[in-house]
Every structure is written in C-alpha cells, then in structure tokens.
Nanobody, 113 residues
C-alpha cells in the first residue's frame, strides 16, 4: 500500500510563495490522477488541483493562475507551487490519489501578516 507524506507547509506573508511536496512511498507512475485538497476546521475538504498521468492539469477557480501542480514520477513526488498567497489560502493541504482512496496526513499553510 502506497503511503503519501506531505511537506513544505508553514507561515508565509500575504503575497508570498510556498512549494508543497507529496512524497509517495512507492511508484506513482501507474497512478493516473494525483490531487491536492485543502481544509479548514468546520469546513468540507476542498479540491485545489489535479495532475493526470499525461500531465494535464486542472485547478479550482480560486487558485487558477496562482498555483501550479506538477509531478515527478522518477521521484514519486507531486508538487504544488503556490504564488501570490492570500489569507483565504490558509488551510491544511492534503495530497490524494483518488482512484486508490489514498490520503496523506496534511501540511499546514498559514498566510498571515
């Protein structure tokens, strides 16, 4: 069973940038879709971005133009590059392999001055 581990979260000023990583314990080359979600306490988990095995990408409207998702199958890692961060981006960010129902433990991103 592949496990997912997120990292790269932290405290950043509004307008700043972060890069999140999702490292898999096994190969992700056979996993078609890899997603990022985020969640705040009391709210449902919200879709952020998807990268397919063919490197097609999809984004929620709230992050389109600011976030970039990518994958490196050789490193078994999925990335989320986040630019021009806003306070509304504050959340715990989760990596997900939807076909397999795999979730990581999450990494906290806090955007605050």
């Amino acid at each position: 069973q592949v496990q997912l581990v997120e990292s790269g979260g932290g405290l950043v000023l509004p307008g700043g940038s972060l890069r999140l990583s999702c490292a898999a314990s096994g190969s992700i080359a056979h996993i078609n879709d890899m997603d990022w979600y985020r969640q705040n306490p009391g709210n449902e988990r919200e879709f952020v971005a998807r990268v397919s095995s063919g490197d097609r990408t999809y984004y929620s409207e709230s992050v389109k133009g600011r976030f970039t998702i990518s994958r490196d199958n050789a490193k078994n890692t999925v990335y989320l590059h986040m630019n021009n961060l806003e306070s509304e981006d504050t959340a715990v960010y989760f990596c997900n392999a939807p076909f397999y129902g795999l979730w990581g433990q999450g990494t906290q991103v806090t955007v605050s001055s």
